[in-house]
Nanobody, 124 residues
Framework: QVQLVESGGGLVQAGGSLRLSCAASGRTFSSYAMGWFRQAPGEEREFVAGISGSDGSTRYADSVKGRFTISRPNTKNTAYLQMNSLKPEDTAVYYC?????????????????WGQGTQVTVSS
């Protein structure tokens, strides 16, 4: 019912910016909570940012607060992750995810729809 495709990853120098896109399809997509997760080599996949499907409230990992912004315009079936002031430790594969409920959670097992991931590499 829901398909997700990420894009926008790439190589950027420290201090630079990238905007990731998550193109979504599905008749009830607008009511689903959306999340961004990332996984660096040798590390667990971790929550980065999420946006509610009901009131649009957002939640961020402490490590990205003030630097990353998640958004989901009303008209387009696309979610975004604007990443500013990037650091080398932000290097990871970034995944877009969705859950049927509207509430954002940081637990990855609660998200049942996943994109294929997009690589973000931040050089020093």
């Amino acid at each position: 019912q829901v398909q997700l495709v990420e894009s926008g990853g790439g190589l950027v120098q420290a201090g630079g910016s990238l905007r990731l896109s998550c193109a979504a399809s599905g008749r009830t997509f607008s009511s689903y909570a959306m999340g961004w997760f990332r996984q660096a080599p040798g590390e667990e996949r971790e929550f980065v940012a999420g946006i509610s499907g009901s009131d649009g409230s957002t939640r961020y990992a402490d490590s990205v607060k003030g630097r990353f912004t998640i958004s989901r315009p009303n008209t387009k079936n696309t979610a975004y992750l604007q990443m500013n002031s990037l650091k080398p430790e932000d290097t990871a594969v970034y995944y877009c995810a969705a859950r049927i409920g509207s509430t954002v959670y940081i637990t990855k097992s609660l998200y049942i729809y996943w994109g294929q991931g997009t690589q973000v590499t931040v050089s020093s």
